[in-house]
């Protein structure tokens, strides 16, 4: 708990430092993005099915100290088991994303650590553990952009999971 309030209020700090100049075309200042998509989820727990078709999906909040660096929360999530029991395995980080180049399109690496959970629906407790991730990117747009990315989820000694994703994005800046 302790964690989510810390980061709430980072948040919440970013927020205001970056005061009327957010939303100004300029990627510099508060950033708000979100992301779907798909890709192929390893989970290597014997409960959880493996495969393609996974439905990922991503959220990021944060400031980017310039044009072409960004700082924020991310929530990486994959989805599965829409059949048998909706479940989710995500990795919440803090993570930074640097671009090639400060305006216009092109390529951006990013990369973040945290902590991950499972959660089951229907299910009275999640699973939490280590999460992160790392990626490349084409900002398409002004706000909009494609990501490739790996997500490792770490949930004690044998239950652990890859996420291999290609999710279209928006970011409002």
């Known amino acids: 708990m302790k964690v989510k309030t810390r980061t709430a209020l980072l948040v919440s700090f970013f927020i205001v430092s970056s005061g009327l100049s957010a939303f100004d075309g300029q990627r510099k200042g508060f950033i708000l ?25 991503n959220f990021k909040i944060g400031y980017a100290p310039s044009n ?12 599965f088991g829409f059949f048998e029991g909706l479940s989710a395995i995500g990795a919440s980080c ?10 216009g399109k092109g390529v951006f690496v990013c990369g973040g650590v945290g ?10 407790s999640s699973i939490s553990g ?3 991730f790392g990626g490349i990117g084409y900002d398409e747009g002004k706000h909009v952009y494609f990501q490739g990315d790996i997500v ?14 290609l999710t279209l994005n928006v970011l409002a800046f």
């Open 33 to 57: 993005g979100a992301g779907i998509g798909g890709g192929y989820l390893d989970d290597h727990d014997p409960y959880h099915p493996s495969g393609f078709g996974t439905l990922m999906t």
């Open 68 to 79: 072409s660096l960004e700082v924020y929360y991310a929530n990486n999530v994959s989805w």
């Open 94 to 103: 803090v993570a930074v994303t640097k671009y090639l180049k400060p305006e």
């Open 115 to 124: 902590m991950s959970s499972l959660w089951r629906l229907g299910g009275s």
């Open 130 to 132: 280590f999460g992160a």
């Open 152 to 165: 490792y989820t770490n949930r004690g000694s044998s239950n652990y999971s890859w996420a291999f994703r």
